[in-house]
């Protein structure tokens, strides 16, 4: 089994904030107070009802989203590894040094973690994890498929973004 080196997601938080809230501007935050200030009472996955035990993992085909692998996530995104079948690892809380907390990942070393929304919102925010890399790239689109940013977070802090009409997010 492989495991990426990239992301494991914490958390996704999704809203349709009013669009005079937001410009067309990438807003990034370092913290996750500061994101909830600007786009408070956002729904939260924790990953909790995938959770294969203490230090344990599991995989799951890709896409992950609310009713695969015998869990139940929040509707309107899914999780999409690089991989096909067994591409989504789950790790339970203090897998190989990781915090307390049920992650998602890419199964695969160098892959790319996509959330793919089922309709745009303007805010998302997510807590990032790696393994074994320093920094994280996060690359989002709008719902044609254009780039609105990328931005470099290190791994361990809480990458939060909010943007205007956000579809895709590349990790």
Same mark, same amino acid.
């Given at each position: 089994?492989? $495991?990426?080196?990239?992301?494991?997601?914490?958390?996704?938080?999704?809203?349709?904030?009013?669009?005079? *809230?937001?410009?067309?501007? @990438?807003?990034?935050?370092?913290?996750?107070?500061?994101?909830? *200030?600007?786009?408070?009472? @956002? %729904?939260? +996955? #924790?990953?909790?009802?995938?959770?294969?035990?203490?230090?344990? /993992?599991?995989?799951?085909?890709?896409? $992950?989203?609310?009713?695969?692998?015998?869990?139940?996530?929040?509707?309107? /995104?899914?999780? +999409?590894?690089?991989?096909?079948?067994?591409?989504?690892?789950?790790?339970? %809380?203090?897998?190989?040094?990781? %915090?307390?907390?049920?992650?998602?990942?890419?199964?695969?070393?160098?892959?790319?973690?996509?959330?793919? @929304?089922?309709?745009?919102?303007?805010?998302?925010?997510?807590? @990032?994890?790696?393994? #074994?890399? #320093?920094?994280?790239?996060? #690359?989002?689109?709008?719902?044609?498929?254009?780039?609105?940013?990328?931005?470099?977070?290190?791994?361990?802090?809480?990458?939060?973004?909010?943007? +205007?009409?956000?579809?895709?997010?590349?990790?």
């Amino acid at each position: 089994m492989k $495991l990426s080196r990239t992301l494991g997601v914490l958390l996704v938080l999704l809203t349709s904030l009013p669009a005079a *809230q937001l410009s067309a501007t @990438l807003i990034t935050f370092n913290s996750r107070i500061s994101f909830t *200030q600007f786009a408070p009472g @956002l %729904p939260v +996955e #924790s990953f909790a009802s995938l959770n294969p035990g203490n230090g344990n /993992i599991s995989v799951c085909d890709s896409p $992950l989203h609310d009713s695969s692998c015998g869990g139940s996530l929040l509707p309107g /995104i899914s999780y +999409e590894g690089t991989l096909g079948t067994n591409g989504i690892a789950i790790t339970g %809380p203090g897998f190989f040094h990781m %915090p307390n907390v049920v992650a998602v990942f890419v199964n695969l070393f160098g892959g790319t973690l996509t959330l793919r @929304l089922t309709a745009p919102a303007d805010a998302i925010g997510f807590n @990032l994890f790696s393994i #074994s890399a #320093s920094t994280i790239d996060v #690359s989002v689109f709008d719902p044609n498929g254009i780039a609105l940013g990328m931005f470099r977070v290190p791994a361990g802090v809480g990458g939060m973004c909010s943007l +205007e009409r956000l579809i895709v997010v590349a990790i």
